[in-house]
């Protein structure tokens, strides 16, 4: 990418005491992207992310934003970050927009009416806006939450596992509006969380973060597109037939036989290819599934199995 990283993080290292909980951090997030930091508990999202906003020391390496770095120009970095760390505060017994504007009073950048009805629109609450906030469902006062995170149009957004807790049709929400939200204001949005489903959906990159260190960082399109292989599991008949074929044309194509269907390794392109050859050879194929992704394997490795 030849933009320019609206953050940067440069062999960010945090140590507590003896223990080394981030170590030799190095990433960039650009703008009108949004990278999943994904991780298992424990795996130092929150700690980076409270280095990130300037609530924690760093111990060696720094974090620039637009090139200011946040320990040693803290005012200029943090006026471009909005963010999400811990539950936002909200006052109840205030509608949605008396919080909003309640909370633009506070800030060091003037923010005018036009900007609070736009971010209430870019969330999607202009309905709702006008009633109590102790009304509101936890999706709604999430994404009042982004709203007011995004008031003072910051360049980059910060959102620390931004669904804990919310239903499913909650997290299809706030999930499509930090997609939109990235896209449209040309914003960086750095976000956490230890859901590799999520992520995928969310996100056009991801760092998979374990033991403090950063093990891979790869685009999603790469993966749920064509570029890498994956796991097809063909349901065919009659299945020995078709494992033989399967062997002597493509060798180690097949992963494993299971009861009706053959486990395959292959490409985006793999796929049409098998599938021709099963039906030139009059194999009945009866269902064609992708079953894990490589990122989801290494992801699973990573966590021992658990998602
Ligand atoms: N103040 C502290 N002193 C000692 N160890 C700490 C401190 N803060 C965090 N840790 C340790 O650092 C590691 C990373 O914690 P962190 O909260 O950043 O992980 P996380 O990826 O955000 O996990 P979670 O998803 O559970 O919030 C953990 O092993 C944690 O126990």
């Not at 120009?73 to 999400?84: D, L, P």
């Not at 900007?115 to 806006?129: F, P, Y």
């Not at 060798?251 to 021709?276: K, N, P, Q, R």
Request: a negative charge; hydrophobic letters at 40%; glycine letters at 8%.
């Amino acid at each position: 990418m030849s933009k320019k990283p609206v953050v940067e993080l440069n062999h960010v290292t945090k140590r507590i005491g003896k223990t080394t909980i981030i170590d030799d951090l190095n990433l960039q997030v650009f703008p009108g992207e949004v990278f999943g930091f994904l991780g298992p508990n424990g795996a130092g999202k929150t700690t980076t992310i409270r280095m990130m906003v300037g609530l924690m020391d760093i111990t060696e390496g720094e974090i620039l934003i637009h090139n200011h770095s946040i320990e040693e120009n803290f005012e200029k970095a943090i006026a471009h970050v909005g963010g999400i760390i811990e539950n936002p505060e909200m006052y109840k017994f205030l509608s949605g927009y008396d919080n909003l504007v309640h909370y633009a009073r506070m800030v060091p950048k003037k923010i005018s009416k036009d900007r609070i009805h736009e971010v209430v629109k870019l969330v999607g609450l202009e309905e709702r806006i006008k009633h109590k906030v102790g009304n509101y469902s936890l999706g709604m006062r999430q994404r009042l939450g982004l709203a007011q995170a995004l008031l003072h149009s910051p360049s980059l957004l910060i959102l620390d596992e931004p669904t804990n807790g919310l239903d499913p049709a909650g997290i299809r929400e706030i999930r499509n509006y930090i997609r939109q939200i990235a896209h449209e204001e040309n914003m960086a949005v750095f976000v956490s969380s230890h859901l590799l489903s999520e992520m995928q959906l969310m996100c056009d990159r991801i760092g998979i973060i374990q033991n403090g260190r950063l093990i891979s960082v790869e685009s999603v399109r790469d993966f749920v597109g064509t570029s890498s292989k994956q796991k097809i599991r063909y349901h065919v008949s009659p299945l020995d037939q078709a494992v033989e074929l399967l062997r002597s044309t493509y060798g180690s194509v097949v992963e494993s036989v299971g009861d009706g269907f053959i486990d395959t390794t292959v490409s985006y392109e793999g796929i049409a290819d098998l599938t021709e050859l099963f039906v030139t050879h009059h194999i009945r194929v009866y269902g064609i599934e992708n079953i894990q992704s490589t990122l989801e394997e290494k992801f699973l490795e990573m966590t021992g199995g658990e998602k």
